[in-house]
């Protein structure tokens, strides 16, 4: 059995406003292996978002723990990316990947010539020199995952990172991140809304019940999922996921009805020297 590489025990997390309190999720308990992709679903408003905010450090748990693997150090092994790239305007491809490196957490182990490596790797290097307004949804995402591909973190949360990209987009990039989690040995965490992702992603599914939420169920996929999406066994595994889907617990969504709603900044993580 593969290492764990991130462990989640009876997580709870609440929020207060006023006289109201709403708690996002509840008794989450979830291991990710070392190695793996877990697809996390569940309807909106269950606290999916908050939970990888949580795991990364931008929240903070009110019961329960998250812990990394033994070999990994906490403080540099996860990185945290938002569905919206929320690039830097005024820096370039280049200098936006390299952004992290300004941390002095960030230059741990960091070998000389990252950046070039980096961009030329996920496919950046026609566009290195050119600002984000300049790029196309599937270049700002690439280059978003580039940030934190550079700081060489093992363990990677991506919040919806394709939801706003068009099919044919979205289908090239998923295919981009499963080859991208292989070569670097990740252990990845992406939250989606769709079944189809879920599956075609996922070397397990997690699926999320509604409001206050929790892990209802998990489901191992293997690679199954990468070879053929289409596959019988695939679509019988998405109708019993779909059968299993809570969406009449469902709440609006929280930036809807007043609650925090999650940052689009991506966690670069460390201080600055």
């Given at each position: 059995m593969a290492a764990v590489a991130l462990?989640?025990?009876?997580g709870g997390k609440?929020?207060?406003?006023?006289?109201?309190?709403?708690?996002?999720?509840?008794?989450v308990d979830l291991d990710i292996r070392a190695g793996e992709i877990v697809s996390l679903l569940g309807p909106s408003g269950c606290g999916k978002s908050t939970?990888?905010?949580?795991?990364?450090?931008?929240?903070?748990?009110?019961?329960?723990?998250?812990?990394?693997?033994?070999?990994?150090?906490?403080?540099h092994a996860v990185g945290i990316a938002f569905q919206?790239?929320?690039l830097l305007p005024w820096l370039t491809v280049a200098g936006n990947v390299g952004l992290g490196l300004r941390f002095a957490?960030?230059?741990v182990a960091v070998s000389d010539g990252i950046i070039d490596r980096t961009i030329i790797e996920l496919g950046l290097e026609a566009v290195a020199d050119s600002?984000?307004?300049?790029?196309?949804?599937?270049?700002?995402?690439?280059?978003?995952?580039?940030?934190?591909?550079v700081t060489g973190r093992p363990i990677?949360?991506?919040?919806?990172?394709?939801?706003?990209?068009?099919?044919?987009?979205?289908?090239?990039?998923?295919?981009?991140?499963?080859?991208?989690?292989?070569?670097?040995?990740?252990?990845?965490?992406?939250?989606?809304?769709d079944v189809s992702e879920a599956l075609r992603l996922g070397d397990r599914v997690a699926l999320m019940t509604g409001a206050p939420g929790s892990i209802q169920r998990v489901w191992d996929v293997g690679g199954s999922a990468a070879a053929d999406r289409d596959a019988p066994a695939m679509e019988s595994l998405r109708q019993e996921i779909l059968d299993h889907y809570d969406v009449d617990q469902s709440p609006e969504r929280p930036e809807r009805s007043g609650w925090p709603a999650p940052s689009d900044v991506i966690e670069l993580g460390g201080a600055a020297s």
């Open positions: 462990r989640i025990r009876d609440s929020f207060v406003r006023g006289q109201d309190h709403r708690v996002a999720f509840e008794g939970l990888l905010r949580s795991i990364a450090g931008l929240e903070d748990l009110d019961t329960g723990s998250i812990e990394v693997g033994d070999d990994m150090d906490p403080d919206q790239p929320s957490a960030n230059r600002f984000p307004d300049e790029l196309s949804g599937g270049q700002a995402q690439r280059a978003n995952v580039a940030r934190l591909i990677l949360l991506l919040d919806e990172p394709f939801a706003a990209l068009d099919p044919a987009t979205r289908a090239g990039l998923q295919d981009w991140l499963i080859e991208l989690q292989r070569s670097h040995d990740l252990s990845v965490v992406v939250v989606t809304h």
